[in-house]
């Protein structure tokens, strides 16, 4: 391949993107495929925006360090290592690791903004969209931010309200309309994954 093939990931929060895309990244090796993923460029806490009672907002568009996801992204295509720091969600029991990646002939791009930055979209050589029921996503967010982020049940919900919501429709959904591949993910998704699969292993 003279240009690696870059496919972007999106979804609701809790829609299941993380375990496809454990499952995809597991039918390929090391040096055939490459993740990115949106979830390592958040801005520090103190540089969020704050909602009405004072709640830092992760789930906005300005909660992401938008050009350096794009450049690193712009590395990887030109064929170049990038390396980055881990981003734990300002969970102090997780030291956080540093994570190198390498080139690779399929570029895997993860992200609930994948679709809305317009830099990123432009890059994408293949546009998924996972998509679960709104009480699934919202029953997968709690025991996610419950056990991985260390946030109590109020603030989950205050959050899932009030924050995940809101961004859903207004910035996330509207890329279910430009995906080339949408991917039900209420039950299994075992299809899907063989499709995806099968049509990236024809690529390398």
């Known amino acids: 391949m003279s240009k690696p093939f870059v496919v972007g ?5 809790g829609s299941g993107k993380t375990h496809f895309l454990s499952q995809l990244m597991g039918k390929f090796s090391e040096n055939e495929i490459c993740l990115i ?12 925006e704050k909602d009405a009672i004072g709640v830092e907002n992760f789930d906005l568009p300005s909660a992401i360090r938008k050009e350096d996801f794009h450049n690193d992204l712009v590395k990887l295509i030109e064929g170049n290592t990038v390396e980055l720091t881990e981003y734990t ?7 956080p690791a ?3 990646l390498k080139p690779a002939p399929i570029i895997v791009v993860e992200g609930i903004f994948t679709l809305y930055y317009e830099e990123i979209k ?21 025991l996610r931010d ?32 430009e995906a080339d591949f949408i991917i039900p993910n209420e039950n299994n998704f075992d299809r899907a994954l063989e499709v995806v699969t099968a049509h990236l292993r024809s690529l390398i």
Not at 40 to 47: L, P, S, T
Not at 146 to 174: A, N, S
């Open 89 to 95: 969600f300002n969970n102090s029991h997780i030291e």
């Open 122 to 142: 432009n890059l994408l050589d293949l546009k998924l969209f996972v998509e679960a029921p709104d009480f699934l996503m919202m029953k997968r967010r709690i």
């Open 98 to 100: 540093r994570i190198c």
């Open 146 to 177: 419950g056990k991985e982020r260390g946030y109590d049940i109020d603030d989950v919900l205050h959050r899932y309200e009030f924050h995940v919501m809101p961004t859903y429709r207004k910035y996330i959904l509207p890329g279910r309309y």
């Open 37 to 48: 993923s949106q979830d390592n460029y958040y801005k520090k806490i103190n540089e969020q």
């Open 9 to 13: 990931i999106t979804g609701g929060s």
